[in-house]
């Protein structure tokens, strides 16, 4: 019965649901507490207001010269992007296997995609975990859900990448490990700092929002 | 066994639930611990390789309780999210000393996270729980005790504020007979002009040079004599209750005057609490205009109704950005401007606007001695950053910075001065009008000084100075003995006893703290002594939070107090106001 069949199918479906459905608990809880109101006039030369501030804070994660932290740290901001780009190649790979193709091999080409990507985030992956033990700040910070999520994430990279052809013939288990640990992951994402970004817009938009309407945001550098 | 906890532990628990609001909790669950805020805190730029002074672990100490007991997996499994519940006092000691002594909440790591979480805001929330159970800075309990009780944070009375005006108009009109002076409490006035206290103890020419503007272009102005403080140190504290009151008290006394617009002077925290804060603090939706003195100043200037020469200020100046002008007012571009205006050589400081460095004196850290030392470590970036613009001056529009930069300044020996845009546009001020006098007095930046520089001015005064640290003693004394007064020293209670009786000084500075009897002693017994009680004292101390000491006391209330490090200016500044106030006086 807990064969690729089943991990890929009922257990992958399960998964999702569950995901899903703390999602929206989640974010009913979040809320559920009230949103501090501003009354104050608005200040800064009058070139931005609220939502020039939180469109701008949206679009931070797109504007690596926007910070310092991004802006100097160009190496890392590439990484944050892989990784990402990782996530979400090795999400659509569970979709399209689960969907589209559970009894024929992807498209060559299509699985090269997968394969670059997300073989890219297994590299990006691997630094990081060396960052997060390897700096004494980020270990300082560093709890045992960041570390498991990291490592977490990162092997399933590993298993996507070998499972990203999807040819069953050359060995079952490749796919059967990408399934089952991605139907952990799904399951586990709420629970975890995976889930950040379901609060980003949350938090980018208040903050956007408060300092657009004070003039900070967009940020104005002198170079 | 549940593990005990005590009293406080469990109202901060309690009170941080009515204290969650969307953003606070977005901050608080949404951190990735990626650590891309480290090097944005000048706390860990300059103590390389410890990490308690990260941004994320700071934050992660706020956090912790949060997630502990707001938060699912927290409650579930806390170990495997780092989250941790406050059990004893001491738990709340250690939250303290990161939340007050290792943050300024100057905002800049807020604005270098990629998930926009906001560490300053919910730093000032455990700032405020711990406040609400009496753990605290000493130095912020003195202060807001002040605020409070004496509605200003420096506890100026009302009689020595009102002093302080009428002393000055007396200077103004000595130099311009006619002119108007500061009028106090005139109703209908198109502006009402609201300032720092600090101006009123440590830096009257502010005021005056403030006034000499106002005046010069005919503006119907007015200085409240009661509710005058436009700081509010529940910005600093995390009391929101605090921040409202004072806020609310502004605000009612701008409306009972029936003030067109609120001018706040130059001061970040002042401004933010003012301007922007204040009307959530205090829940109250503000029917009146409110701006920044640098907004006025260059609306004057553009209006034509000042003329200002830039070339009497020729120096090379910088500008310094205040963090909460900057990173929470957008108050950047205005003050540039206004520099261009009136000075010729103006230098750019890097990082600058909203990514600038704080001056490490924000968040109230002036007032909290305890973190001095490390405060003056975090300094170096700050120095580091003023020494590469070769400026001679570094301008800034908040005098808490005035106050951070000026010690940073001595402590790591830059061979550069503080001053403010209000005393640039004075110096600069073309006045050609009949009653204000000739433009060719105003002196230039280079020999300010402010109100006390001539030699000589204390020609004829015995001053009695008492410290134990001979250094200051020196100091005082050399600073005095120039400007023409006969010094007597003292370096312990008894001898400033034996002092007093002995040569019956006109003045005595007094240090709280020296050995034999202490200077809170020395104080009482003066007082109490019907022959010694004549002498006004000014308390120079560098323990601030030993203030109510003084001011608990059952007598009359020193006539001066002054916090070190104190600076020439101010020691000068500070005497002459005491001995013109004594002698008009009669005492």
Known sequence: MFDLEFARGTLHDVALAVMMIVYFIRLYWLTRFKAGKERQAPTGIGDTNSRKGYIYSWGNVGMPWAMESTRTKLFLYFQFVIFHLGVTAAILLMFSISFYFKDSPLPPQLALTFKIIIGAAFVVGVLRIIRRIGSKYVRAISSPDDHFSLWLLTAWFLFGYLAANNNIAAGEWKSFTFFIMGSFFLIYVPFSKISHYLYYPFTRYYLGKSLGRRGVFPIKRFQ | MAKERSHKAQIVIDRLGKKLNRQIVGSLVACVHCGNCTDACHYVLANPGD?????????DKIRSIFKRHYDWTGRIFPWWVHAKSLYTDEDLEELKDIVFGKCTNCRRCTINCPMGVDLATFNRMARGLLVSVGVMPEGVAVVSKDQWEIGNQMGVLKEDYVDTLEWLTEEMQMEYPESPGIPIDTVNADVVYSINPREVKYDPRTISDAAMIFNAAGENWTMPSEDWDMTNFGLFSGDDDLGGSVARRLYEKVVELKGKKLVISECGHGYRSTRCEG???????????????????INYIKEGKIKVDKSKNTE???????????????????PRELLNMVCENFQEMY?????????????????????TPQRLVSAKVKADQLKATGAKYVVTSCHNCVDGLTDLIKHYKLDMKVTQLVNLVANALVIDKPVEGPAEEVPTPAEVTPVAAEAGSLQGYKILVADDEPDFVTFVSTVLEDNGAEVVMAYDGNQALEMARKEKPDLMTLDITMPGKSGIEVFEILRNDDELARIPVCIMTGKPELRKLIYDRAVRPPEGYVDKPIDEESIILNIRRI???AKSKGK
């Open chain 2, 351 to 371: 990082p600058n606007r909203s990514e600038n460095y704080c001056c490490t004196g924000g968040g109230g850290a002036m007032s909290m001695s305890e973190y």
């Open chain 2, 279 to 297: 009307p959530n603090w205090a829940q109250h939706d503000v029917s009146f205009p409110m701006e920044s003195s640098v907004i006025t100043m």
């Open chain 2, 579 to 581: 001995l013109e106030l």
């Open chain 2, 51 to 59: 990490p308690t002074y990260a941004p994320a672990y700071k934050a």
């Open chain 2, 316 to 334: 090379k100046m910088t500008f310094h950005d205040s963090c909460n002008n900057a990173r929470s007012c957008g108050l950047f571009e205005e």
